[in-house]
């Protein structure tokens, strides 16, 4: 399973704009790269996935240069509900079929007002 | 959004005694996992189970534990004699086919005295 790097954590103000960029330079092949949200005390929640290039969503937009050593999870427009863990994971389907996920420590965001 | 539910919310248990923390999955999916967190540490996968057996598992998924798919619709964790290691918080998860988008339940916080 790849590894990944990501800062422990970022402060932001309210309605900025929250880049968290999230290195894995051992990823493989068949390797996507997913975001989690956690709350304290709740599980973890998708965010959004991607393989390469861009992927946007309702929430957030993931950037994954070409050689997808690295990737970018970008929040437009933070608010104070925004505060949350945030994990970068990289992995494939097991042969079995299954998603196994290998949760870092994270990136712990704290949006001020 | 469809959702996973987990009871109960918290269990508290003696220790040596045996505890079934009880999952329902999202109805059309394939693929159910047992994650742990441990209070302050990272989420750490347990199991995964597809097509009625286990497909993976971790080191931390010893003979203590075992999960069942008894009737259908619930996923089961049992941990036949607990310690007080085990304590932690315990998140089910269940993902469709293709299996790379995995849905988190709220979690079942466990303590063992």
């Known amino acids: 399973l790849a590894k990944t790097t990501q800062p422990i954590s970022m402060d932001s103000y309210e309605g900025q704009e929250v880049n968290i960029t999230c290195s894995h330079n051992n990823i493989a092949t068949n390797d996507y790269i997913t975001w989690y949200q956690q709350f304290p005390s709740q599980g973890p929640r998708f965010i959004i996935q991607?393989?390469?290039t861009k992927v946007t969503n309702e929430v957030a937009s993931l950037f994954i240069p070409a050689d997808r050593k690295s990737s970018t999870l970008s929040l437009p427009r933070v608010s104070l509900s925004d505060t949350a863990v945030y994990y970068c994971l990289v992995g494939a389907l097991s042969g079995a079929g299954s998603y196994q996920l290998t949760f870092g420590k994270g990136t712990k965001l704290s949006v001020i007002p | 959004e469809p959702e996973v539910t987990q009871t109960p919310s918290h269990q508290v248990t003696q220790m040596g005694q045996e505890v079934i923390l009880r999952c329902v999955p999202i109805?059309?999916?394939?693929?159910f996992y047992w994650y742990r967190q441990i209070l302050g540490q990272k989420v750490e996968f347990l199991v995964s189970f597809y097509n009625n057996e286990i497909s993976e598992k971790s080191e931390i998924f010893d003979d203590q534990f075992s999960v069942e798919r008894p009737d259908g619709s619930n996923f089961t964790l049992k941990i036949r004699s607990t310690k007080l290691e085990d304590s932690a918080m315990y998140f089910c998860?269940?993902?469709?086919?293709?299996?790379?988008?995995?849905?988190f339940g709220q979690g079942t916080r466990l303590t063992v005295v």
């Open positions: 109805s059309n999916h394939l693929y």
């Open positions: 991607g393989y390469k």
């Open positions: 998860a269940s993902s469709g086919a293709g299996g790379r988008k995995a849905f």
